[in-house]
């Protein structure tokens, strides 16, 4: 398409029962770009936020729970909901609950197990390094910084003194019937013994002159932190298990989630009431009929929808709004697009630049990146980011790629290239030139290149012709902006600007006629004097275009601003206009200047590459510096030539009609990727 689609305005009226559905439906399938100022009902809008923000609430606990399972099993989440994503139900939350309960069940013992074992290993550190102290155990109490009770305690009790001392101490059972071993740090020891004395706990005497820890309780210590880690190994068992059965399932509940609070977010965007919303906003024209068909059917024909065209809406017509602009292309086209919105979105009802921005782009990088290996290397690096979930990040780059490195095999075919092999097609270049040539019955010598650009001998005419190549494809491509201005120009209704402006007709007019001036005397002619009417008409029109056009629209004045600043105008105009389409012309010399670069660097590499190519170790010399210097190339050389493409579409070709940037066509969707 030449010019970005139609598009209309789109009001619905909702029942608060069928606006999720409405919003799921157009979130799936991306066809409504929203506007920001639905029209307002007079009603309880209070209650309807009050019930909106509930919601929010009770989603973002959701989605909160469902991260802290996911990342305690080690299941990773994405960062949008998934293709099937729908959303959730009264069982999904009922699940959720089941599942995060679950887990947090496992998560409360392992921190439980956890804190056990960290006491134990104290505790034990502790005991060993007065197991061999030559004094009493009774005495223990006042060396160490351990606090150590030896008894008995009913063992119905010990689990009530476990949540009595909490991480103050820890209790060891020695037997089944009722020792005990209880250990707590210098500063818990009044703690201890107030809690063992609340449980009935029963001292037991050491036997006099006993020295050291006894063997036995370092001994049960070590047995109960063995013990420890057992459960935490079976904790973490558990968790495999958790992960392999209801990972997927964690997933799915997390896109669900994510949709649910896209929704929400929507609604308190919405103006409307308890029970009624209103969902305004802009749908390709083409698309309006089965929106309309399947909202319907949805809904049970509840919805009531209105649609009005761009020059029905005032505030369209008088400027304070943009229609938003949305682009249809096939595969090829439409993976140049980011090249036009990185620049600024066209204006609505304006031709659409980008099938000349893929068309130039693909054919400016050949000329200037000309190598038919290096050229297949772009080309697989396009389909690889197409094809690989690795590289989708790299997806939006794949349509240029591949239609690059096409472009630059074509080229690499034309200069005989093949990773900076020079001789790599003589022999097919010389059998397709010879059987042309016998042909057209001329007895020339098949030439070993069809295009040459080193500066050979003999090939220096060569090259000036491709020169004046490249300056011919930056005429054609300033005259296609001009053009797309003029036609803007007149769209928008704006006749001066497309008329009397240095980028409309007359400009136009001034730009082709030097051109063919410069054309004539570069094949022999000679400057006439008709020529300087061919310049000063269309200069004339550019210096007293503003001053014609209020006098034909019939305002006052004709000079709007006085003589002096009129005049001054128009002499700035003039001088601009000339120097503007000079440098635009000349600067697509840069294009010329890249190729050539290019061949010079592929030159030196296969050179120093045939340098050391001798001999066993020279092979594997040769072969890094082809390697080497190849990828230096595509990688350094593949993004400045890129850069400068890029550089010639923004300043000599946008700026002839991009004077002004609409509103791209951004629809709600769930999915961004």
Known sequence: MIRPRKMKQIEMTVLARDVDTVIEYLGRNGIM??????????????????????????????????????????????????????????????????????????????????????????????????SRLNAPFSDLDQLSYLTLRVGRLDPRRQEELRENLADRAVIIPLDDTGRVLAAASRKGRFALDSALKKTAFAPIAIPEGYKGVPADLLSSLGER?????????????????????????????????????????LKKRLKGTRNVFVIAGWVPADEVAALAAELEKRTGGRTAIRSYNPEEIDDVREGRRKVPVSLKHGAFVKGFEPVVFSYG???????????????????????????????????????????????????????????????????????????????????????ITGFVIKLFGSGAEPPERILQLMPEKGSMTKLFYFFGFTIAVGVLLNSIGLLVNIVNQFSLKKYEKALFAKTGAAGLAF?????????????????????????????????????????????????????????????????????????????????????????VLSFIVFTLSEMVGKGAAGILFSLVIMIFGNAVIILLEGMIVAIQVVRLQYYEFFSKFFTETGVAFTPFRFRKG
């Not at 947090?104 to 197990?113: G, T």
């Not at 079976?234 to 997927?248: L, W």
Request: glycine share 8%; net charge negative; charged share 20%.
């Open 225 to 265: 932190l063995a013990g420890v880690g057992q459960e935490l190994e079976s904790i973490e068992e558990k968790r495999r298990d958790f992960a392999e059965e209801y990972g997927d399932t964690l997933i799915k509940l997390h896109g669900a989630y994510l949709m649910s609070r896209s929704v929400e977010e």
């Open 511 to 599: 730009f082709w006629y030097a051109i063919f001036i410069a054309v004539r005397i570069i094949t022999g002619g000679a400057f006439v004097r008709a020529d300087y009417l061919g310049l000063l008409l269309p200069a004339g029109l550019i210096f007293f275009g503003p001053a014609i056009w209020r006098l034909v629209s019939r305002e006052r004045p004709v000079l709007e601003h006085g003589l002096l600043v009129f005049i001054m105008e128009g002499f700035v105009e003039i001088l601009e206009s000339a120097s503007t389409y000079i440098s635009n012309t000349v600067s697509f010399l840069r294009v010329g200047a890249f190729a050539l670069s290019h061949a």
């Open 345 to 431: 979105a066209p204006l609505y009802g304006t031709l659409d630049p980008t099938p000349f921005v893929a068309f130039f782009f693909t054919v400016l990088f050949g000329i200037m990146f000309g190598d038919t290996g290096q050229g297949l290397v772009l080309f697989l690096l396009g389909f690889a980011a197409a094809k690989t979930k690795r590289l989708a990040s790299f997806k939006h780059f794949a349509t240029p790629l591949k239609a690059v490195g096409i472009s630059s095999m074509v080229m690499g075919l034309l200069n005989g290239e093949f990773f900076t092999n020079e001789n790599f097609f003589v022999r097919p270049t010389r059998a």
């Open 33 to 130: 770009h929203f506007s920001d100022d639905a029209a307002a009902i007079p009603g309880d809008i209070e209650e309807k936020n009050a019930a909106s923000s509930g919601n929010a609430v009770h989603i973002r606990e959701s989605l909160d729970s469902i991260a802290a399972a996911a990342v305690w099993l080690g299941v990773r989440l994405p960062a949008e909901p998934g293709g099937e994503s729908t959303l959730p139900t009264d069982a999904d939350d009922a699940l959720v609950n089941k599942l995060c309960a679950g887990v947090m069940r496992l998560i409360a013992r392992e921190n439980s197990q956890n804190q056990e074992k960290k006491k134990l290993e104290e505790t034990l550190n502790e005991a060993k390094a007065f």
